[in-house]
């Protein structure tokens, strides 16, 4: 009995052990200035921006109320609640794009034959290579008014005025979507390229459908890789900045943009602080639920 | 992996001790710094400039504030040079290294934010009104309504530019008040009036140049310098002067408190008080400078054009903003914080 | 009954999604790179071909030294990310949940959760202390910076190759006598390299494309080649963002074509 959990200490010494480098590095460049953002979550702001030393809640409370400018009272803020939909709306929408997208791609590539795979991940992964804010304005360029789909289709006769697509949720969506899909299609073919095909032609060979094989046998041993894809995909997208900044024209904010606001012209770090705080709860609760969701019933020894 | 670290460690050192004599370092506005003035400077005086962009006083603020920016000069507005003098973030300059020091226009040396000119020196100035192109829209072009009250052909095209002070000032003026005010009538008013506009707009966003240029945008809350550039590209593109009231900004530079390479900075100071200097700097932006005898030297179109030279009728109504009040501040911050959500 | 035509491994309209999705992903692509040889000024009005655009992008110094500091940075990052990455994954996967496990995970993953502004501010405001007290300004803090929030990107794929992989393997090594040290090289390793690579990679691609963070934590000079084309979109684009784009897409391809000459070579 003891040589079993010695052993088993062992282990999780060797875990913490591997695991140490990353934990540190992460503590001083990510975790630990967090703490910073936590400490200013709790305190005033300042005159002109950054904060004034000494405690108060209005920061917390200013996520969910506001105080009216004139009689000082105290009401739901619902810009806020819009805002915080949007972003939540559209980063599900951003995942279920990519994955609809990416999982067909990432199954191609990895079913192409062992020379061609090899081209195929070449190619997908240029446009990965792009900066993300050129990226961003190619999309600009397609969808602006007098880009080249309004232009296409002015050209062809389809329609007499240009749609105006630019600056508005659906263009953030575009945007994203696009941007994210390198993040969905990589880890889904990692995983996909692990899956032994011959389960597949047991499938069939026991009648099943396509459709059954497809959710009955790839859907679940590739889950880990769908899991990180939905991952990498949903919360960067919740947070993002740049492409909404870019295609939505400042005036439709996601989170990203709303907490940029206080550090800014908004002069509210402590709000942007706990909004930060916020999200980062929510998104932790989030994950958990999914993941302990997603890895149930899986044997973790493979 | 020891060889790695050990390059790697090489690496760092010799980032950090890459320091040059005869250089120095520019925060600034994006789009401010004529690069031909780099290169004269450069040339003259064996110095090399690099300016790093900023798109907002309270970025630039943030940064600096922060500490270890490795920046020597900066461009404040006129309504910030007080908060960061406050802060005690500039130097105020020796005069004896800065010989030129009496180009500068009279008007310009007793300003209100830096009496004496005992901190910054002008940079450049300007106004902010309504750049519209006058294809799509032919009706009264200087008037606050045009973003306030949108006409017809604009609802979906306009664009605000997002400023806090010139558009909130704006909006206030509109509805009758002064700048900096706190009487919460005139602020409900005026909150109220930006509210009501916001659905007409196309967005809120910087790069006005450009968009009135390729017609992405048919008007704008814009700066008089960028109009004039969108003129020259999109000639149907005017700029108006909002007759109920609109602001004039003047950017100037200060030496910071804790800039590494003060001697440099002087030169450069002291350069773009000559007047064949400061026209260059109004060349590429396309907004007066605050130098006596620079007119000899600015471009032909700048001479004559109306962004620049405000037409009689509108003189009257621009003004510099004021330094307001922390309560007065709040108030605008509010206002814009609800408009921006 | 085999039908000769039937497939195991092809889906009805997958192909074709993929094929679309090729294409749409391209589109943008080659209008950027199309309009780097625009004669005139415009991003997006045509005027003829020039290569003019290309001359001044490598004129500019600029630009020169901010991709040689995007590059550094970048190499450097994803390096370290990816090693230190690899060894966490083989610490937190397949095995039996041992304490402290969910918490390494959530610190692992926690860089992907923070808005890039947060951890932007935070990082300005921690270095500065830093900066003042030490009086090291160099690109230090970029590299430090960037190896953090590349960390889980390169993480998770290694860890769900991980997942996905046969143990019989391992154990069968393990049946042969072999050390830890030989059956992680031998056998380990190899099977576990595709992960390691996606990894790499997409940590060198998050590097190479940051902005937020770098933007607040660079000091004056630091302009890597994202924030140098922020700087540029302020101002009025020019295609000369466009010719610096294709420049570096070239390198890419050629880049990535030697990786994958080699690896073919070894496989």
């Known amino acids: 009995m003891s040589m079993e959990s010695e052993a088993r200490s062992r282990q999780t010494r060797r875990a913490w052990a591997l695991s140490t480098p990353a934990l540190l590095l992460l503590f001083l460049a990510a975790a630990g200035p967090l703490l910073i953002v936590l400490v200013y979550s709790f305190l005033l702001p300042g005159k002109y921006g950054n904060v004034e030393w000494g405690f108060s809640l209005d920061g917390w409370r200013g996520i969910l109320y506001s105080r009216d400018i004139f009689d000082g009272s105290l009401k739901l803020a619902d810009a806020h609640l819009t805002i915080f939909w949007r972003s939540v709306k559209l980063s599900l929408l951003t995942t279920i794009i990519t994955f609809v997208v990416g999982f067909p791609t990432a199954w191609f590539i990895a079913t192409r034959a062992p020379k061609a795979r090899a081209m195929w991940l070449f190619l997908i992964t240029i446009p990965f290579w792009t900066n993300l804010l050129i990226r961003t304005f190619a999309i600009n360029e397609v969808l602006r008014n007098e880009g080249i789909v309004n232009t296409v289709l002015t050209k062809a006769g389809l329609i007499d005025a240009p749609i105006r697509m630019i600056n508005t949720d659906f263009a953030v969506l575009v945007g994203m979507a696009y941007v994210y899909l390198p993040l969905m299609v990589l880890p889904l073919f990692a995983a996909i390229d692990r899956f032994d095909m011959k389960l597949l032609e047991a499938g069939y060979d026991l009648y099943a459908s396509r459709m059954a094989v497809l959710r009955r046998v790839i859907l679940p041993i590739v889950k880990p890789g769908i899991v990180a894809g939905s991952i990498l995909v949903f919360v960067p997208s919740l947070g993002a900045y740049v492409t909404p900044r870019v295609l939505g024209g400042g005036k439709n904010m996601m989170i990203g943009n709303f907490i940029e606001l206080q550090f800014g012209q908004g002069r509210n770090w402590p709000l942007g602080a706990a909004l930060s705080m916020a999200l980062l709860m929510i998104v932790m609760v989030a994950l958990l639920v999914y993941v302990r969701a997603a890895t149930k019933g899986s044997n973790p020894h493979g | ?341 | 009954m085999a039908d000769r035509n039937f497939s195991a491994t092809r889906i009805p309209g997958f192909a074709t999604i993929a094929v679309a999705a090729f294409v749409v992903l391209y589109l943008p692509i080659f209008t950027l790179v199309i309009y780097a040889f625009n004669a005139g000024q415009s991003i997006a009005v045509w005027e003829g071909i020039s290569f003019h655009w290309f001359a001044k992008a490598w004129a500019n110094e600029a630009v020169k030294s901010a991709t040689l500091r995007s590059l550094i940075i970048a190499v450097s990052a994803s390096a370290i990310a990816t090693s230190v990455a690899t060894m966490a994954a083989l610490g937190t996967t397949r095995r039996p949940a041992f304490r402290g496990q969910t918490f390494i995970y959530v610190m692992i993953n926690q860089p992907l959760m923070v808005p890039e502004i947060v951890t932007a501010v935070a990082l300005l405001i921690f270095f500065g202390v830093i900066k003042q007290a030490t009086g090291y300004q160099g690109l230090g803090y970029l590299i430090l910076a960037h190896t953090a929030f590349c960390i889980p990107f390169a993480y998770l794929p290694i860890r769900a190759r991980l997942e996905g992989m046969d143990l019989s393997l391992e154990t069968a090594a393990a049946d042969l006598y072999a050390s830890d040290w030989q059956t992680f090289r031998f056998v380990t390793l190899p099977l576990l390299f595709p992960g390691i690579i996606a990894g790499a990679m997409l940590a060198f691609v998050i590097s190479l494309d940051d902005v937020v963070i770098t933007e607040f934590v660079k000091a004056g000079g630091q302009d890597t080649l994202p924030t140098y084309m922020l700087g540029q979109m302020r101002r009025a684009i020019t295609p000369e963002v466009n010719a610096i784009s294709t420049g570096l897409l070239a390198l890419t391809v050629v880049l990535l074509t030697a990786f994958f000459l080699l690896t073919r070579k070894k496989g």
């Not at chain 2, 009104?129 to 032919?138: D, E, K, M």
């Not at chain 2, 306030?148 to 000032?169: A, H, R, T």
């Open chain 2, 1 to 341: 992996m020891k060889k790695l670290l050990g390059a790697s460690a090489l690496l760092l050192a010799s980032t950090s001790l890459a320091h040059a004599a005869g250089e120095l370092q520019l925060f600034n506005w994006g789009n401010y710094t004529s690069p031909e003035l780099l290169e004269k400077f450069e040339k003259e005086t064996g110095i090399k400039v690099t300016v790093t962009d900023y798109d907002s006083n309270d970025t630039a603020l943030a940064k600096v504030e922060a500490g270890g920016h490795g920046f020597d000069l900066v461009v404040p507005s006129a309504n910030y040079v007080p908060i960061w003098v406050e802060k005690g973030l500039l130097t105020e300059l020796d005069r004896s290294k800065l010989p030129h020091f009496g180009n500068i226009a009279p008007q310009w040396i007793d300003v209100a934010w830096d009496k004496g000119r005992k901190y910054t020196v002008p940079w450049q100035w300007g106004s902010t009104g309504i750049a519209v192109n006058t294809s799509v829209y032919g009706g009264d072009i200087n008037t606050s309504a045009v973003f306030l009250d949108v006409p017809e052909e604009l609802k979906g095209k306009i664009n605000v530019v997002p400023e806090m002070n010139d558009v909130v000032n704006l909006a206030i003026w509109y509805v009758g008040g002064e700048p900096c005010t706190e009487d919460t009538e005139v602020l409900k008013k005026a909150r109220d009036a930006l509210l009501a506009a916001k659905p007409d707009w196309l967005s809120m966003d910087y790069g006005a140049t450009e968009k009135l240029s390729n017609n992405d945008w048919a008007a704008s809350v814009n700066w008089n310098g960028s109009t004039m550039r969108a003129r020259l590209a999109n000639p149907a593109v005017k700029y108006g002067y909002p007759k109920e009231g609109y602001p004039l900004f003047m950017d100037s530079v200060g030496l910071l408190a804790d800039a590494k390479n003060v001697e440099e900075a002087y030169k450069f100071i002291d350069f773009i008080m000559l007047p064949e200097n400061a026209a260059m700097l109004s060349a590429f932006a396309r907004y007066a400078n605050g130098i006596t005898g620079s007119e000899a030297f600015m471009p032909e179109d700048m001479k004559t054009a109306p962004e620049v030279v405000t037409p009689e009728e509108f003189q009257a109504s621009g003004h510099f903003l004021p330094t307001c009040s922390p309560k007065a501040q709040e108030y605008m911050t509010a206002i814009w914080t609800e408009l921006q959500k």
